[in-house]
Every structure is written in C-alpha cells, then in structure tokens.
C-alpha cells in the first residue's frame, strides 16, 4: 500500500506499507515540504502520489529504507537528473541526502 507521511507513523502503518516488498520500504521524499510517501512497488508511484498532493518535482528524491537492519539506501531511477546535477540514480549531493535521512527517521523510525 501506497501512502503519504505526514507525521510520524505507528507500527500498524509500518507494517502495511513494509508488506509490498517484505520489510522493505520504497519512499519519495519532498524535502521541502518534509513529508514523504512510502510503500508500493515502484518510486514513480510515490512520485505521483505526492505531485498530486502539491510537491514540485525538483524538491522530491527516492530512497528506501529496510526496517530489520534500519539502513538506507539514496538509489532511484527517479534521481537521475542531470539538470539537477545529479547524473546517476544515487542521489550525490550530501546536503539532500542528510535532509532526507532526517526525514525519513523521523517519519519511519
């Protein structure tokens, strides 16, 4: 299940959003906004979710994050953007990926 976090989420949200990919969860972070959407299959999903919900593309980047050993990863298809300066799916610049990991642990952990 795809969802939007805005506040810090219980473990039954937790829960329902790790079952699509078994523990692990796919999240787009708009790290203007801090919010972000979590679960589903696929970064673009998320992506579209948030737009939707009044993010701007430039502030929103993929990661995920696997709850039995707590890490992420900053890798999406969804961050290749060179205009951006960020010519590879993992997001490069150290600024955002700070932002996001503070975004995402506050939400998810």
Known sequence: MLLIIKQK?????LRII???LDGYIKVVVDIKRKILSA???LHVDGESLLLK???K??????A???LETNEIDFDSMIN???AQAN????????????????????LLK
Request: charged content about 35%; glycine content about 10%.
């Open 9 to 13: 989420a219980n473990e039954d949200t």
């Open 18 to 20: 790790s079952e699509d």
């Open 39 to 41: 679960g589903g299959k």
């Open 53 to 55: 919900d009044g993010s």
């Open 57 to 62: 593309q430039v502030d929103l980047w993929g």
């Open 64 to 66: 995920g994050i696997d």
């Open 80 to 82: 290749l953007r060179p």
């Open 87 to 106: 010519p590879s799916r993992e997001v490069l610049d150290q600024s955002i990926r700070k932002d996001m990991e503070a975004i995402i642990r506050s």
